[in-house]
């Protein structure tokens, strides 16, 4: 198992619509979480980090954790065509020396 | 306040060289990390910086090697370079235990011919 996973997409959504982003890691133990978003031939941007299961809402965005099923996920609401990029799931993982370990990214597309 | 600044911005070596990456941190973070990222692949953890020290390492051969100086720059070295080692090279610098979240630096394209 990968330490974090997601589904590489690619999605697509229309805009003004709801983007979902899932993600899944394999350190029960991990207490940090962050999402990332990479434009095209850009390094990552950090968007939202999340510490403490549940919602956290920032601007268009919503980021939620849970713990106990080792969750964690990206809600992007009114979706624009500018939110068109790869969205990475990263998480600090304690086992590995809270070194912070990325997914593979999903690709996202906003049709005008 | 800078952020994280990498040199050079792209590179092109020959299979067996070796090639020097540069990062500089941004300001009041003393942690580097670097990642290595394919092509359509997530960044990948090659090792982290701390105090001068490596502070953890991924699943890279012993010919990626790292250096952190005393002003919290750093390198990373790649010796007998294979033409898989062909990424984005990204440096992220942050506070310890990546408290706040790490910052990318623009990275560096090496191609490997």
């Known amino acids: 198992q990968k330490e974090v996973e997601q589904n590489s997409g690619p999605l697509s959504v229309p805009e003004g619509a709801i983007a979902s982003l899932n993600c899944t890691y394999s350190?029960?133990?991990?207490?940090?979480f962050f999402w990332y978003r990479q434009y095209s031939g850009k390094s990552p941007e950090l968007i939202m980090s999340?510490?403490?299961?549940g919602d956290k809402e920032d601007g268009r965005f919503t980021a939620q954790l849970n713990k106990a099923s080792q969750y964690v996920s990206l809600l992007i609401r009114d979706s624009q065509p500018s939110d068109s990029a790869t969205y990475l799931c990263?998480?600090?993982?304690?086992?590995?020396?809270?070194?912070?370990?990325f997914g593979t990214g999903t690709s996202l597309t906003v049709i005008p | 306040e800078t952020g994280v600044t990498q040199s050079p911005t792209h590179l092109i070596k020959t299979r067996g060289q070796q090639v020097t990456l540069r990062c500089s941190s941004q300001?009041?973070?003393?942690?580097v990390s670097w990642y290595q990222q394919a092509l359509g692949q997530g960044p990948q953890f090659i090792f982290q910086?701390?105090?001068?020290?490596?502070?953890g390492r991924g699943n890279f051969p012993p010919r990626f090697s790292g250096l952190q100086f005393p002003n919290y720059s750093s390198e990373l070295n790649v010796n007998a370079l294979e033409l898989d080692d062909s990424a984005l090279y990204l440096c992220?610098?942050?506070?310890?235990?990546?408290?706040?979240?790490?910052?990318f630096g623009s990275g560096t394209r090496l191609t490997v011919v």
């Open positions: 992220a610098s942050s506070l310890p235990d990546g408290l706040y979240g790490y910052t």
């Open positions: 350190d029960r133990g991990s207490q940090s």
């Open positions: 999340i510490y403490s299961n």
């Open positions: 990263a998480v600090s993982m304690r086992l590995l020396g809270n070194q912070f370990y």
């Open positions: 300001s009041g973070h003393n942690t």
């Open positions: 910086y701390y105090r001068e020290e490596e502070n």
